[in-house]
């Protein structure tokens, strides 16, 4: 018989504690989905389950009548239980998926989202991928002034409407040219170190330096570059942009914190358990983009690129703030649910900002 935990969850709650449940896979994934009564309870049963008795989702289906011993069902009761009370899945199996990584997290660091993988699709966009003789190809430093002053289909050319008199040249084609020694990448804020380890897997020839204020933070994302057996990437713990010294990067990528400090939903749901530096950045919650807008401008070779995450309602303001600070090719672009989630702009080379 197959087991159908979500249609028989009903059921169970409120008419049944745990004494009643049946001690089978089955008979817990049901009275798991029953005590997650709000979201995703079926999904996050199973996998709490699986993280206990350390199974595939296919072997749950396949024996979905078998029975669970005394420790593994008082464990997966726990788990379940804490999950009731709001602590993020993601902390209770120590496990989060991002871009294809199995990323280690504990409540030291913010859980990665999936909507931070645009930011990593949008930064791997920019970096050069080695040729067939294994060469990064290099820009020619002319091409960005001569180009049309569109930017891509999806973005949304606010450096224009916000009246910049900076050079708007095609993102697409235009990268920046490689530093001696690698193209250089820095992630700023890296937590787990979600965006810096997806990208260092994916361009393997760059290097990648990865900053946090949080030692706990920076301890874990370590953790993750070693279990990756990843060698491209460094960690400097350190404020923003004064842990870069006095490098500069090809790329500069950010998830900062964004949520104002009162906003009623850090005290809501899975927030409550995140680490608040993560999350709220100020009044208006642009305290940390502020920062990373004037301070990483400085950080960066000419026409290399600064991109970041962002609020959903925030866009128009760190357009306006780009724009202040002499970014060109000023783009916001959207997630997959249509809403403002990652911009940035482009350091306009020395030459061409003469010209312009
Ligand atoms: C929103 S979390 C992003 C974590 C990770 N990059 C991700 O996307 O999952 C922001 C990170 O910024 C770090 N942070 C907060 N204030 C900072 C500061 N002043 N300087 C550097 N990092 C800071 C936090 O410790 C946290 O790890």
Redesign the pocket.
């Known amino acids: 018989m197959a087991c159908q935990p979500w249609s028989a969850a009903v059921t169970l709650v409120g008419t049944s504690g745990w004494g009643r449940v049946v001690q089978t896979v089955c008979g817990l994934l049901r009275h798991g989905v029953g005590a997650l009564s709000d979201g995703d309870g079926a999904r996050e049963a199973a996998l709490l389950l699986r993280h206990v008795l350390k199974a595939s989702e296919a072997w749950l289906i396949a024996h979905a009548n078998d029975p669970v011993g005394d420790d593994g069902a008082a464990a997966y009761k726990a788990l379940i239980e804490r999950r009731a009370r709001g602590e993020p899945v993601a902390y209770l199996t120590g496990t989060r998926g991002?871009h294809a990584l199995e990323l280690h997290v504990a409540p030291d660091?913010?859980?990665?989202?999936p909507e931070?993988e645009l930011?990593v699709d949008l930064a791997l966009a920019r970096i050069p991928a080695r040729g067939p003789d294994g060469a990064a190809p290099r820009r020619n430093p002319g091409q960005c002034a001569k180009a049309p002053p569109e930017v891509s289909a999806t973005s949304m050319s606010p450096a224009r409407r916000a009246g910049s008199a900076v050079p708007v040249c095609n993102p697409v084609n235009a990268v920046a040219a490689p530093l001696p020694g690698g193209y250089g990448i820095a992630?700023?804020?890296?937590?787990?170190?979600?965006?810096?380890l997806a990208i260092a897997r994916a361009r393997p020839d760059t290097r990648v330096l990865a900053?946090?204020?949080?030692d706990a933070?920076l301890a874990i994302a370590r953790g993750n570059a070693r279990r990756l057996n990843l060698t491209n990437v460094e960690f400097r713990q350190?404020?923003?942009c004064a842990?870069l010294g006095d490098a500069s990067f090809d790329l500069i990528v950010?998830?900062?914190?964004?949520i104002a400090g009162s906003d009623p939903h850090l005290r809501e749901g899975d927030l409550r358990f995140e680490?608040h530096?993560?999350?709220a950045?100020g009044a208006d919650g642009l305290d940390?983009i502020r920062?990373i807008v004037r301070d990483g401008r400085a950080h960066l070779r000419g026409g290399g690129w600064l991109l970041f995450?962002h609020g959903f309602e925030q866009g128009p303001a760190v357009r306006e703030l780009l724009a202040a600070h002499g970014y060109a090719e000023i783009f916001t672009e959207r997630d997959l649910e249509g809403r403002e989630r990652v911009s940035g702009g482009r350091a306009v080379p020395p030459s061409l900002r003469e010209e312009g």
């Open positions: 991002f660091v913010l859980v990665p989202r931070t930011l992630d700023l804020g890296t937590g787990s170190g979600a965006v810096a900053t946090d204020a949080s933070a350190g404020d923003w842990a950010s998830n900062p914190p964004y680490p530096a993560a999350l950045s940390a920062v995450e």
